[in-house]
């Protein structure tokens, strides 16, 4: 069963905790990347990784880190620093060829009380 | 800095209609465009792809346009149907040619389909 997984897909933490979201792929693609996505707004890229053991800031990386160990595997650690964590965190990839075509997971929404 | 804009933010049509989303992009500097599909507290579905060298894709009853020199992009869903009903989202690559390029999307159009 190949894809994208996301786990869980719904998470509640208080606030002042760290919190990692998991995203595994089995698809082979080089590229991972985490998107944040608000209420009626677009996404906005926090981390991108283009291989094992390198990843690059996005537009709103304050917050999170990331590691990349392993090339199926790309966590997100949201830290008490981040103001503002409650949101629908997204998971994608990409192969490494010219149309470089992303590829979604099935999100998961976190809750910071 | 690449800004996306998607007109109409929401749109409701009858069964069966013809309809046209629209995605504007300040840089024409693009790679390619991607259309996507997210139904609600889902992820997002890839719809279609067009690269900066083409004028357009078709998939079944959807077609997409591009027009790189003017900074726009169109969606067309012929016939649409209830099951269309969704939140549909565009996304600029930039002009680099590597696995990892970064994507700008759009706020998105919300359709809604009425039986």
């Known amino acids: 069963d190949g894809g994208i997984t996301q786990s869980p897909k719904y998470l509640f933490r208080k606030e002042g905790q760290n919190v990692t979201l998991s995203c595994e792929q089995n698809?082979?693609?080089?590229?991972m990347y985490w998107y944040r996505q608000d209420p009626g707004q677009g996404l906005r890229l926090i981390y991108y990784?283009?291989?094992?053991?390198?990843?690059q800031k996005g537009d709103i990386a304050e917050g999170y880190s990331v590691s990349r160990e392993k090339k199926e595997s790309f966590p997100l650690t949201v830290t008490s620093a981040q103001k503002n964590p409650t949101a629908f965190y997204l998971c994608?990839?990409?192969?490494?060829?010219?149309?470089?075509?992303?590829?979604f997971g099935p999100g998961t929404r976190l809750t910071v009380t | 800095k690449q800004e996306v804009t998607q007109i109409p933010a929401a749109l409701s049509v009858p069964e069966g209609e013809n309809l046209v989303l629209n995605c504007s992009f300040t840089?024409?500097?693009?790679?390619?465009l991607q259309w996507f599909r997210q139904d609600p507290g889902k992820g997002l579905t890839s719809l279609l792809l067009i690269q900066s060298s083409q004028r357009e894709q078709t998939s079944g009853r959807l077609n997409a346009s591009l027009d790189k020199s003017s900074g726009r992009s169109t969606l067309y869903i012929a016939a649409s149907q209830p099951g269309d009903s969704a939140t549909y989202l565009c996304?600029?690559?930039?002009?680099?040619?590597?696995?990892?390029?970064?994507?700008?999307f759009g706020e998105g159009t919300q359709l809604t389909v009425n039986p």
């Open positions: 996304a600029v690559r930039r002009g680099v040619k590597t696995s990892g390029s970064r994507l700008t």
């Open positions: 840089d024409s500097a693009i790679y390619n």
């Open positions: 994608a990839t990409s192969p490494r060829d010219s149309r470089g075509e992303q590829y």
């Open positions: 698809l082979n693609h080089d590229a």
């Open positions: 990784s283009q291989i094992v053991n390198d990843f």
